[in-house]
């Protein structure tokens, strides 16, 4: 038992005050876990775009003051009433999604789109009593997507909370807790390549080049990245890639430049960016008869897809994805197990590395586009 169990804990937390200003280290009052709910000690978290998008609030309702975060690795610290499948001492992954086990999408082996747990971005409390866990001087302190890991200590529903390999180290593989998984399932769960397949991904961000990655897994022959900044090319052969093909170097369709180069289409193709005209390229560049495009980025709410029905006739397959098709507490510890054995390769997604103290230099790097992923030390 540890000495801060059923005692409200104070830390530092990252606050975001109001939408698009720098975070401010600020001392929390962190609430122990109440039933279903477990404190964790975030060691490590990083930064993602979702993080970003959601602090800019430039197209969703906005909700401040709050504590971003939702990649990370910790350890528990307490237990709330009735969890019985973690104890303090374990090693987990938050996770923006969760697992109830109960519902019917939990029960399917086809689905991860847990009816309880599911990312709701609007929510900024907890669901057993509708209230927030953090505050400051009694005022409360939103949580986001139910995982809040810009704080040195966090609440969250065990459903959300994948518990790993204590040996694995936290600062490589919490970049499983989110856009390495969803791009590496879009590939192995949903695409499913066939050893010396063609597979095309656009966007060659952090998501996309998991995708690539999963790809080269699988076995693909030739990886064919698609993004409009030609500098990406270079890093992203370390991912797999194997050639490139930038729109605004051709005058026609992408999709008919992938055609030319692939006799046809490319066996599979997985869109990373959520740009609409991306998502129907991917689509349009599969190969009829057997092409299967994998959806994976998240499109603009008023967005239209449009493709002609023959598309579909000639027997190419389009489909959605969340992340990866995992779920997060039955399958992200076997995703965790494959970087141990050396199948999966994380460290080279990890391009910046900073103490929590400069937190928002991590943001200035997302906003500039430099790097992949930053590795923040919750304890620097």
């Known amino acids: 038992m540890s000495s801060t169990e059923g005692k409200v804990i104070c830390c530092r937390a990252a606050v975001a005050w109001e939408a698009g200003k720098p975070l401010v280290i600020e001392e929390v009052e962190v609430a122990p876990p109440q039933a279903n709910e477990v404190r964790v000690k975030i060691l490590y978290t990083s930064l993602c775009h979702t993080d970003v998008y959601f602090w800019e609030a430039k197209a969703q309702n906005p909700l401040f003051p709050r504590i971003y975060g939702h990649e990370a690795g910790g350890i528990v610290e307490s237990v709330g009433e009735g969890v019985t499948d973690l104890k303090p001492g374990d090693h987990v992954l938050p996770v923006f999604t969760g697992e109830c086990k109960e519902c019917a999408h939990c029960k399917s082996e086809e689905s991860n789109m847990c009816d309880l747990l599911r990312i709701n971005t609007d929510r900024g409390v907890m669901l057993n009593d509708g209230k927030s866990r953090f505050s400051i001087k009694g005022k409360p302190i939103y949580h986001f997507v139910g995982t809040s890991t810009f704080s040195e200590y966090t609440v969250i529903h065990i459903g959300c909370l994948a518990k790993i390999n204590p040996k694995a180290p936290l600062d490589k593989v919490c970049v499983l807790s989110c856009g390495i998984s969803t791009g590496l399932g879009a590939a192995l769960n949903v695409a499913k390549p066939k050893k010396g397949s063609t597979v095309a991904v656009f966007g060659l961000g952090a998501v996309g080049l998991a995708a690539a990655e999963g790809a080269r897994m699988a076995g693909a022959s030739r990886i064919i990245g698609v993004d409009l900044n030609s500098s990406r090319f270079e890093e992203a052969k370390k991912f ?10 051709h005058k026609k369709p992408v999709q008919e430049v992938i055609a030319e180069l ?20 991917a689509f349009e560049c599969v190969h009829d008869g057997w ?3 994998v ?4 499109p603009h709410k008023d967005a239209v897809f449009q493709t002609h029905p023959v598309n579909f006739l000639n027997e190419r397959t389009l489909k959605g994805t969340f992340f ?29 590395q900073l103490p929590f103290s400069q937190i928002n230099k991590a943001f200035d790097y ?3 586009g430099e790097g992949l992923r930053c590795m923040i030390n919750m304890e620097e």
């Open 240 to 249: 797999g890639v194997t050639e490139f093909v930038n729109p605004k170097d």
């Open 262 to 281: 692939t006799n046809g289409g490319v066996d599979r193709s997985i869109e990373c960016t959520g740009n609409i005209q991306a998502m129907i390229s």
């Open 291 to 293: 092409g299967v495009a």
């Open 295 to 298: 959806l994976v980025g998240v």
């Open 324 to 352: 990866g098709n995992y779920k997060p507490r039955t399958d992200i510890p076997s995703v965790v197990e494959k970087y141990m054995n050396k199948e999966l390769e994380l460290d080279k997604f990890i391009t910046h």
């Open 366 to 368: 997302m906003l500039k």
